[in-house]
C-alpha cells in the first residue's frame, strides 16, 4: 500500500511539472507527486533510455506517473516499462486538449466506457504498482455525470484511487469547480477519492474536505506560484494556522528550484514560465513580469530576484 506523506498533492501540470519543481514540492510536504502527462508512445519510443526520459529525484517519494494514450496494449507496455521507477501509475481520461482529444484520448475516453474498462483492467493486471485514475466530470453540462459510470468502471477493474478535476471539457478553466460531484463520486465508490478544481488556499482544502468527504485534495495552480502551498495546508490541518510566506521567503524558494533545476538541466524557457508564476501576488509583480519576459538567460533572471533584496 502505498504511503502518502500528506492529503494535500501536487497535480500533474503539463508544461510545469519538471523533476526539480516536483522534488521541492515533495520536500514541502506534496502527499505524492505527478509528473506531467507523458504520451505513452513516447514511453515505448525511449524504452532503451527511459530514466533520461522521465527525470527524477530519488527523494522525491512518493511519486505518480500519469500516462496518456489511447492504445490498449501501447498503455500496457508503455506501464511496464516505468512501474520500476514510480509507486502509482496514473492513467488521463481528463486532458481537455484537441491535440489529445483528436487522439480519442484525455477527455475523450469518458465517452468510450467500453474501451475504458478494457484498458483498465488490462492494465490494472500487467503491472504490480496500483493504478489511479484522473478525469474530469464530463464533455458538456448535459453529459457532466459522466464521471460516475467511469468512477464504478474503474472500480471494478481493480484501479486504486480517483481523482476528479470537478469541470466538464467543455469548462476548460472558467466558472468555478462543482464540488458537489467529487461529493457524489464519493458517495459512489469505496476506493479513495482525491478532490481537484479551485483550491487555493489551506482554507480551501480543509473545506473541500469537509465538504465533500474526499480523502485527498489536488493542488494544481495555487502550487506553481507557491510551492510552500503543501506545507501551509499540512499545519493548517495539524495545528489550525500556517506561516504566509514574504516576497523575499518566496524569492528564496524560487532560488532553492533553480538550484534543483540546475541539477535537472530543466530547460531556460521552462525555469522562465515558473519564474513568471511566482511573481504573481509579489508587489510590483507586473513590471516583474515584463522584466522577465525579456530576460535572455539565468543570470539577468537572477539578478532581477536578487536586486529586490
Ligand atoms: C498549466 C497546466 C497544465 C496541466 N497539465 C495537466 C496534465 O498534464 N495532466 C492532467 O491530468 N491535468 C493537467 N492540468 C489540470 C490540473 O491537473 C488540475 O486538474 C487543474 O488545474 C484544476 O486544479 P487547480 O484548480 O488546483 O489548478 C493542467 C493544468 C494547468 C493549469
Redesign the pocket.
Known amino acids: 500500500m502505498t504511503i502518502y506523506k500528506s492529503k494535500s498533492f501536487l497535480?500533474?501540470?503539463?508544461?510545469?511539472?519538471d523533476p526539480a519543481f516536483r522534488l521541492l514540492c515533495s520536500e514541502l510536504g506534496a502527499g505524492l507527486t505527478?509528473t506531467?502527462?507523458i504520451s505513452i508512445h513516447g514511453i515505448l519510443h525511449h524504452k532503451d533510455n527511459i530514466r533520461s526520459f522521465i527525470e527524477y529525484s530519488d527523494n522525491e517519494k512518493p511519486r505518480a506517473i500519469?500516462l496518456?494514450g489511447s492504445d490498449i496494449e501501447k498503455t500496457v507496455q508503455a506501464a511496464e516499462i516505468v512501474e520500476k521507477h514510480f509507486d502509482i501509475i496514473d492513467f488521463?481520461l481528463?486532458?481537455p486538449s484537441p491535440k489529445i482529444t483528436e487522439q480519442n484520448a484525455g477527455a475523450a475516453l469518458l465517452k468510450k466506457p467500453e474501451h475504458v474498462k478494457k484498458l483498465l483492467s488490462k492494465l490494472v493486471k500487467a503491472v504490480d504498482k496500483p493504478v489511479s485514475i484522473?478525469v474530469r466530470a464530463g464533455i458538456d453540462n448535459k453529459s457532466c455525470f459522466l464521471f460516475k459510470n467511469i468512477a464504478k468502471i474503474a472500480e471494478e477493474s481493480g484501479v486504486s484511487m480517483i481523482a476528479l478535476?470537478a469541470?466538464t471539457l467543455k469548462q476548460g478553466?472558467s466558472g468555478k469547480?462543482n464540488w458537489e460531484w467529487i461529493k457524489e463520486l464519493k458517495e459512489s465508490v469505496s476506493i479513495p477519492v482525491i478532490g481537484?478544481?479551485?483550491?487555493?488556499t489551506p482554507e480551501d482544502a480543509e473545506k473541500m474536505i469537509k465538504e465533500t468527504g474526499c480523502d485527498y485534495v489536488?493542488?494544481?495552480?495555487?502550487?506553481?506560484g507557491n510551492p510552500f502551498i503543501f506545507k501551509q495546508c499540512n499545519d493548517y490541518f495539524k495545528n489550525g494556522k500556517y506561516e504566509v510566506l514574504n516576497d523575499k521567503k518566496k524569492i528564496d524558494y524560487f532560488f532553492k528550484y533553480l538550484e534543483y533545476a540546475k541539477e535537472f538541466d530543466v530547460s531556460f524557457s521552462k525555469i522562465k514560465v515558473h519564474a513568471m508564476w511566482r511573481t504573481k501576488g509579489m508587489i510590483g509583480g507586473a513590471g516583474l513580469r515584463r522584466e522577465i519576459s525579456q530576460v535572455k538567460n539565468l543570470d539577468e533572471l537572477k539578478k532581477i530576484f536578487h536586486k529586490l533584496y
Open positions: 497535480a500533474p501540470l503539463s508544461g510545469i511539472n505527478y506531467e502527462l500519469q496518456f488521463n481528463g486532458c484522473k478535476h469541470r478553466y469547480a481537484n478544481g479551485d483550491v487555493n489536488m493542488i494544481g495552480r495555487a502550487s506553481i
